[in-house]
Structure formats: C-alpha cells, structure tokens
C-alpha cells in the first residue's frame, strides 16, 4: 500500500494530556517506513515461532490459521517466501493512537488478519472474543508501557511477498458490539474495505477548494468502530490529515480548537446536545434570544428554499462563536450509527455553515448503505441515497403493517447485496445463515422506505419494536431518540413488557439541566457538581412529576400517537 505525502497529527501524547498551541506530527512517509519494519517483524517473529499466542495466558489451543468457509487463505502449500504464513490473526486491544493505524496498515500490507477489541471491554466480553479468535498475538498498550516496548524501525528491508495479496481474503474481523448477547465477529476482506472507502468518494465536491486533500479530520470515535475506521481509511485515501484528539471527551472541544478540523463524524447523540444548547439560547428572554431566533429562521429559510447555508450578516455577528468552538473551519459534518432528526440536521447546518451528510450502514456493510448529497435539500430527515456498491430491496413485514406497495412510499426491511457486504459471523454459521438468504441478499433487521426521489429513511427496527398488553406497538429505539432530543436528558433508556400496558424509562439527567430543574419545582440551590444532594433530590416526587409532564409535552410536540 503505498502512502502519499502527507501529517497524520495528534493533539498531544495520548497518556499524558497537554494543552497548548502546537501539534505533534508524522508524515505518511515515516508512517509507511514504520508500517513495513512492523509487518516484517511480525511475520519474521512466526516464521521463527518467537510469537507468544494471546490465548497461552488461558491455557487454551495452539491457534490455527484463520480460516472462513468461501474465501482463499494460506495454507502450509502457499506461504510467503522464507516459510512465514499468512492468515493469522492479530488482536488490538488500545485506545485510538498513531500505532493503531500502523498496526492495521502492517497487517494489511502483509496478509495478516487484524481483530480490534474496543477498550472499554470487560474481561468476560475479552476472555469470548480470545477464545473464539485464537488471536496468535495481542497489542496491549499497558503491558507495552511497562515493559518498555516500542516501535522504533531503524532501516529495515521489507519481507518479499508485499505484492502477493488477494483481494478476497479476510483482511480484518470486526466485532458488534455485543449489547444484545456475546458480540459477533465480522469477517470483512479487503474487498469490502476497499469497495467501502471507493464508494464513498462519490458525491464529494470536485471543487478544488473542498478536496479532502490537505484537511485534517478530528479523530475521536473509538477505531474499533467500522464507523470511525473506514472514514480514517477514506481520509488517508484521499491524502487528508489524522488529527488524533487527547481521548478525554471531557477536553474534545479544546482539542478541536486546537486541531482545527475540517471534517468530522459524530452520533446523534453528540449534535442532540448541540442542538439541545442552541435551542436553551434561543429560549433566553431579551435581545440576545431574539436575535438568534431571527437568525436562525433566516438561515432556515434560505437553506430550504435554494439550499445556501451561509449569510454574510448573522454568520459574523451570531454564529461566529458557535463555529469557534469547534475549531472554526469545519466544511463537512458527518453523522453515523443512528439516525439524526430533521430539527437537529438544519440546526448543524445553520450553525456551522458547513455540509452535512448522514449516512446508514452497519459493521456488516463497512458502515455502508446509502448516504445524503452534500447540497441535497431533500436529504433533510433521511439517510439519502443509495451508495453506488449496493442493490436494495424491501422485504414486506406485514405482522407490523410494513410493506413494499405502501404509498406513496414503499416500505418494509431493508435488504442488501453488494461487494462491501460480509461473507457472515466467525466461528458462527447459525448467525450467518440468519444474516445472508441463498440469494446473497443481506436482512439488516431496520425498517426503511424510500421516497419518491430515491431517499432512504429508517422508520423502525424489527428487534426493537414490542407489543404491549393491548396491542400496541412501540419502536422503543425512536421514543429514546425523540426524548433525549431535550437537554434535560444525558441519556435515557426505555423498556417495554408485552404483559403491561405500559413503559419504563431509565434516565440519566444532565447535572446542569438537573439542578436548574431542583431550582425551579423545589426552591433549593444545588450546585451541579453537588452529586449527592442532586440525586436526593430528583428523588422527590415534585421532580419526578416534572419530568414526565416533560415527557408527555416532548410527545405532543411531536405529535406522537398513544
């Protein structure tokens, strides 16, 4: 693989947080010399059987070579030159850093199959995915740190056989994140990746001044995340800048203004707070409310009339400070892993004068379906179109009132086939079969329709909808984005029982939100880093009285049904 030019920076040493004016960088030159002393290192260690196997510290087998049903590998009769072999897997266990990429760039530069394990797991959740993988070696970054390893090339000739690879092997296995039951692991050659960052070139602007060459993109979603992995792999492809963040999400924002970025990607939950901030200022009585109340309606105006974001008047004189906190030079926004309302989409909009894209994809697909056009006006509350890779189709799901001939848009789940769609589940056949019909098309389990003019919207989800006691049905996952729309809420989650007529909600209060709240009903002052006195508090009946008056105010706003 053949790196041009370029920095891949980071905000500053990833152990030890310092804030200033200056970026740590590397060039893709020294990143490319690092990636092939590891890679050769790597196969050079198992060809000389100096490789101690992860799954040695729980006793367990001699790993064999990783292995699929229908793809091509390396057996004892087709080795790289000099005897080491190819297809053996290796586990990354760390937080977001520059040895991550250099890590996944070794592996596929040489053949080898690379296993990222999100570093929040559990030991129980880490104990499955090594037993299952029979990774032959694990980067731990804190045994690293304590033995004092490092990477360091020196000048290193590359091991013969860079050139020999197959675009149908398995180049990575990529694990869901396990919410549901143990997680599942993703087998995704370098077909896919690559068919995934390809696809997603189309519909950037081939304006000089918007090439992604040369733009830093802000880092800061976990890499074991397909989502936030191929658009780094995008950015490299493109020749655009890493900028790796400190990994406090505390301090993203004093990284992002130190980075500058260009371009980033987030989750709804990310611009729900935004979102939720911009609309408390525009609640504030006096000048300064109706000021950016003004503003904002005329952006809004402006953008669904003739699609233009920026205005030359409140750009300077409201939404300055608005962009600064991000650095100040966003151009495009991203949205990923959920879907993001209408109201949220414009405010991004209107705040940052930037394009902004929202996607749908899953691990299975390389975190791509379909996306919306930068200047598509009708991309507003909709994933867009579909990507060039892939064939749709929806699959009638009558039992919940969902076909392909409702008018005046089809509806029901959405199916996929294309060349950056997974071969299945490792070690998982049950899974697979469940995942891929005998026609190669794809269940996803979401519920989408599209509309007149090719748009995909996702409107449910088939394992997220239940039925309550008197025949309802509710789709929990869309309740929990519509009430988390309000800045009250960190977080909430909600839970249904087809023997109660009812649900449940689990909410996390923002501290600030909280405590004006605990101000407002019961009079007491409570500071929000007072934790103890605010969760006696919000235990009060008053509160819990407000909140779901809240609630029900949240659902008639949104003209919700039941």
């Known amino acids: 693989m053949c790196l041009r030019r370029s920095v891949v920076t980071t905000a500053a040493d990833s152990d030890q947080p310092i804030y200033g ?7 893709y030159a020294t990143i490319q010399a690092r990636r092939t002393a590891l890679g050769s290192a790597l196969l050079a260690l198992e060809r000389g059987g100096r490789l101690r196997s992860a799954t040695a510290l729980t006793s367990g087998p001699s790993p064999p070579e990783l292995t699929f049903p229908g793809i091509p590998h390396y057996g004892d009769h087709n080795r790289v030159k000099n005897g080491a072999r190819r297809g053996w897997a290796v586990g990354m266990w760390t937080k977001n850093r520059v040895e991550w990429q250099i890590i996944d760039l070794a592996c596929q530069a040489y053949g080898l ?8 797991l559990g030991p129980d959740v880490a104990q499955y995915i090594l037993g299952i993988e029979l990774l032959d070696m694990l980067e731990l970054e804190i045994w690293g740190a304590e033995e004092g390893v490092r990477c360091d090339p020196g000048p290193v000739k590359g091991v013969a056989g860079e050139n020999e690879l197959d675009k149908h092997r398995i180049a990575t296995i990529s694990y869901t994140s396990g919410t549901t039951g143990d997680p599942k692991g993703v087998v995704l050659t370098n077909y896919n990746l690559t068919t995934a960052v390809i696809s997603n070139t189309h519909g950037i602007s081939t304006d000089h001044n918007e090439k992604i060459g040369g733009w830093r993109f802000l880092a800061y979603l976990p890499l074991s995340h397909i989502y936030e992995r191929f658009l780094e ?10 900028a790796y963040t400190t990994g406090d999400p505390t301090k993203l924002l ?31 009585p006096g000048l300064k409310g109706a000021l950016l109340r003004r503003a904002v309606a005329t952006k809004l105006a402006n953008w669904r009339n003739d699609g233009e974001v920026k205005h030359t008047l409140y750009d300077a004189l409201v939404f300055r400070k608005i962009r600064n906190l991000l650095g100040g030079n966003l151009m495009t926004i991203t949205s990923g ?11 991004l909009k209107v705040c940052f004068s930037c394009h ?29 179109a579909i990507q060039p890779c892939n064939e749709i189709k929806l699959m009638d799901v009558t039992e919940m009132g969902y076909t392909s001939k409702d008018m005046p848009c089809p509806r029901g789940e959405i199916c996929l086939r294309g060349s950056n769609i997974t071969k299945g589940y490792l070690h998982d056949l049950v899974s697979t079969a469940k995942l891929l019909d005998a026609n190669g098309w794809m269940h996803t389990g979401d519920i989408g329709e599209v509309d007149p003019q090719g748009h995909l919207k996702i409107i ?16 929990l996952e869309k309740l929990e984005g519509t009430y988390t729309l309000d800045p009250l809420f ?24 909280a405590a004006s709240l605990v101000t407002a009903v019961l009079g007491q002052t409570l500071a929000p880093s007072d934790v103890l006195r605010l969760n006696e508090a919000v235990q009060d009946k008053r509160i819990r009285q407000s909140v779901v008056q809240l609630l029900a105010k949240t659902a008639r706003d949104k003209k919700m049904n039941g």
């Not at 792999?233 to 890493?242: A, K, Q």
């Open 21 to 27: 004016n200056e970026l740590i960088g590397t060039t």
């Open 113 to 120: 199959v690379t296993a990222s394990l999100y570093e929040t």
């Open 233 to 242: 792999l995008l950015v490299m492809h493109g020749d655009g800048v890493i």
């Open 254 to 284: 004093e990284d992002a203004q130190l980075i500058k970025p260009h371009f980033m990607a987030g989750v709804p939950r990310v611009y729900n707070r935004i979102h939720a901030a911009v609309q408390t200022q525009m609640n504030s």
């Open 337 to 347: 892993a959920a879907p993001l309302s209408a109201d949220v989409y414009e405010m």
């Open 356 to 384: 902004v894209v929202q996607g749908y994809g899953l691990t299975e697909t390389v975190g791509t379906c379909s996306k919306g056009h930068p200047v598509d006006i009708g991309a507003t509350g909709n994933v867009g």
């Open 460 to 475: 449910d989800r088939i394992k997220n909808v239940i039925k309550l006691s008197q025949g309802e049905y509710v789709a």
């Open 490 to 513: 960190a977080s909430l989650l909600l839970h249904g029982d087809s023997s109660q007529s009812y649900l449940v909600a689990l909410a996390v209060l923002d501290p600030e939100k």
